[in-house]
């Protein structure tokens, strides 16, 4: 089993940063493609960002060169850093992992992993 939970969001003005993390334990090798998903309210699934099994990154078309996705796998730990903030980035982020073996391009465009966090709430103010 495996357990994700994410931390770091919050209330912040356009052209703001937040850096969000996630936090995974449990039964999760260091090569489990992990990325960030996003909903929100009455809204779709979105995925953002995403690290394959081979360390390949992707990110979707509305987050390129404003958002960052890392991981740090001595601490478990996944980060999703957002700058230049917008009104429209306002959602629920989610953590996702899995174990495959798909480059980050899939799951950006899935937006779809076996394991979820409980995700964190992120509100960008005109």
């Known amino acids: 089993q495996v357990e994700l939970v994410e931390s770091g969001g919050g209330s912040v003005q356009a052209g703001g940063s937040l850096r969000l993390s996630c936090v995974a334990s449990g039964r999760i090798g260091s090569n489990y493609p992990m990325g960030w998903v996003r909903q929100a309210p009455g809204g779709e699934r979105e995925g953002v960002a995403a690290?394959?099994?081979?360390?390949?990154?992707a990110y979707a078309e509305p987050v390129k060169g404003r958002f960052t996705i890392s991981k740090d796998n001595g601490k478990n730990t996944l980060y999703l850093e957002m700058s230049d903030l917008k009104p429209e980035d306002s959602a629920t982020y989610y953590c996702g992992a899995q174990n495959g073996r798909l480059k980050g391009a899939y799951y950006v465009a899935s937006a779809n992993f076996h394991y979820w966090g409980q995700g964190t709430r992120a509100t960008v103010s005109a």
């Open positions: 690290i394959g099994s081979d360390g390949s990154i």
